[in-house]
């Protein structure tokens, strides 16, 4: 089985998840989102404290035009710690049961809005869905390591890969 994460606009380039369950996590979702999902879940989307700050610095450090600014934000708003500790609730942690459950039995599709699963809560939720699953893969559409990072330097070799989601996750990818 597989655990599948990709964003809305991504999502209709996929038809052979027919027989998987297709989940939206976002806390609010647009009309056509139950019209192409299973069904949406916001109780494992962001918080709404955790959401507006994530919104609120990556405003500013787009207005400031800084290079991926969405991992200035994510790191800003210690983003993982705090969507992490949100999961352990009841609340989350019922519907995370819940969503472990089917994961055992098909594939399982997690859509949110945002494309890259670096700075996104669907790889986080993903990872604690299959934490106690053996034989259960997580693929991330599009694959993180496919997505280049501007990180401002425009004399970089353009054959370099830039900085990857292990260098943001022990901090030496942010600026």
């Known amino acids: 089985m597989t655990v599948h994460t990709t964003y809305f606009g991504r999502l209709p380039s996929y038809e052979s998840f027919d027989q998987d369950a297709v989940f939206g996590v976002v806390r609010y979702p647009k009309g056509f989102v139950e019209r192409i999902t ?9 918080p709404d404290d955790l959401l507006n700050a994530y919104k609120t610095v990556e405003a500013a450090a787009e207005e400031n035009d800084e290079p991926n600014a969405a991992a200035i934000t994510w790191n800003s708003v210690d983003f993982e710690r705090r969507y992490l500790e949100y999961l352990d609730r009841d609340g989350p942690q019922i519907v995370l049961e819940e969503l472990t459950d089917r994961a055992r039995g098909r594939d399982v599709w997690l859509v949110c809005w945002e494309k890259d699963a670096r700075w996104c809560h669907r790889r986080l939720l993903s990872n604690a869905i299959v934490a106690d699953l053996e034989d259960i893969e997580i693929v991330h559409h599009p694959d993180p390591s496919t997505i280049l990072i501007d990180d401002g330097n425009k004399s970089a070799d353009p054959d370099e890969s830039g900085p990857t989601l292990a260098d943001f996750a022990t901090g030496e990818g942010a600026r």
């Open 38 to 46: 299973d069904r949406y879940i916001p109780a494992v989307a962001p």
